[in-house]
């Protein structure tokens, strides 16, 4: 599920019948056995507001490959419920404070991959049309945007091999 571009790109358009159309159906029937009665298919347990480690980078690919699933191979209900149910888990208890700011969950140091679930956010807005994930995803950029590296970039802030620093596959 975690790439589900490749789902897009590569493989339907390769092998675009229906053995791997029910070999998808079955696969994503058996993932959504995996949820939690919050809502979670990632691997940690998230009922705690702030979490820790990789698992937003796993449920930001969890949304990922659910929603080309759903716009490229089968428009099941089940499926659109178990993306928000997912999402759910992060426009609820992240956000300004009180809540916890998504610059500060995640596991480096400059928590930048904490904001890469905005892209999700944005696909499951455009499915729905609900305005909880256009305003989280407009959050998300004005509270990442700041600590974001860009050519325009002021003299007093870092450049991008600081922030590449605890990612083990960091430009050397």
């Not at 928000?84 to 009180?98: K, Q, S, V, Y």
């Not at 974001?148 to 003299?155: D, E, Q, V």
Request: with cysteine; net charge positive.
């Amino acid at each position: 599920m975690g790439q589900g571009g490749a789902l897009r790109q590569h493989v339907l358009p390769l092998h675009p019948g229906p053995e791997l159309k029910e070999i998808l159906r079955n696969t994503v029937a058996d993932l959504l056995t995996t949820r939690r009665a919050n809502g979670s298919i990632a691997a940690p347990n998230c009922q705690a507001a702030r979490w820790s480690g990789g698992d937003l980078w796993e449920r930001k690919y969890v949304l990922l490959g659910l929603e080309e699933y759903y716009a490229n191979v089968e428009r099941d209900p089940a499926v659109l419920q178990a993306m928000i149910d997912e999402a759910g888990l992060h426009h609820r208890p992240g956000g300004p404070p009180p809540k916890v700011r998504i610059v500060e969950q995640g596991w480096s140091p400059n928590h930048l991959e904490s904001s890469t679930i905005l892209e999700p956010m944005m696909r499951l807005y455009n499915l729905t049309g609900q305005a909880k994930y256009l305003q989280f995803a407009t959050y998300i950029v004005e509270e990442a945007a700041p600590r974001a590296t860009t050519s325009s970039r002021m003299p007093s802030q870092p450049g991008p091999r600081k922030h590449w620093r605890p990612y083990p596959k960091r430009m050397r």
